[in-house]
């Protein structure tokens, strides 16, 4: 069935060095996909976006990178910092049976973890 | 309120039991959606309100759940019968109109524990 996932459940990198976060999609018709970052005891919190159009988008500290030839998305944040430890999950944004309205298809999230 | 508030922040109830969750939206928004999350996964859609009517519920599991919207505010998310395998965080959030062209807020969630 179709699906949203992630390469890789737990990534640990040096505090300042920069991280990436991939995901995997395989819903072809997907036009908007968006980033999340979850603390502990948190919901969801918005990073970044990015709709099919594009294939690179930045942000503060945060890059986020579409290839839809592979279905493959990324998140690249830079100089990491203790905050950035979290889960990250990506998001697939997938028409509602009302016109205009839409879901989240979330995949199951990569644990970051920033180290000192 | 400046955010999405969901009460109670925690919830632990006996299996079989009923319960309901809340979800006061950000002040305007007019789209609100249920999703759950249940421990190490990401969350996963329930249900969405435009206004007060229940537009999608194409998530809710089985008919143990119901949400209402009566004024296109405040929701509540009903579980009956309460089952171990309901145990989850239950998470709200609302959107300006429901389109593509503006995010979510989330809240911080229920968690419910169910014994």
């Known amino acids: 069935g179709e699906s949203v996932g992630l390469h890789l459940p737990t990534l640990s990198v040096q505090e300042g060095d920069n991280s990436i976060i991939n995901c995997a999609y395989s819903n072809s018709a997907s036009d908007y996909f968006i980033w999340y970052k979850q603390e502990s005891g948190k919901g969801p919190q918005f990073i970044i976006d990015i709709r099919s159009n594009m294939d690179k988008r930045q942000g503060q500290r945060v890059t986020v990178l579409l290839n839809k030839t592979v279905k493959h998305l990324s998140l690249q944040i830079a100089a990491t910092q203790p905050g950035d430890s979290a889960v990250y999950f990506c998001?697939?944004?997938?028409?509602?049976?009302?016109?205009?309205?839409?879901?989240?298809?979330f995949g199951q999230g990569t644990r970051l973890t920033i180290n000192p | 309120g400046a955010g999405v508030s969901q009460t109670p922040s925690n919830k632990v109830t006996e299996k079989g039991k009923y319960v309901e969750l809340r979800c006061d939206p950000i002040s305007g928004h007019t789209a609100l959606y249920w999703y759950r999350q249940s421990l190490g996964q990401g969350p996963e859609f329930l249900i969405y309100f435009q206004g007060t009517g229940a537009a999608d519920d194409s998530g809710l599991p089985n008919d143990r759940f119901f949400a209402v919207r009566p004024e296109g505010s405040v929701s509540t998310l009903k579980i009956q019968r309460t089952e171990r395998g309901d145990s989850a965080v239950y998470l709200c959030?609302?959107?300006?109109?429901?389109?593509?062209?503006?995010?979510?807020?989330f809240g911080s969630g229920t968690r419910l524990t169910v014994v």
């Open positions: 959030a609302s959107s300006l109109t429901g389109g593509t062209n503006y995010g979510y807020t």
């Open positions: 998001a697939e944004n997938r028409p509602s049976t009302i016109q205009g309205a839409q879901k989240l298809v």
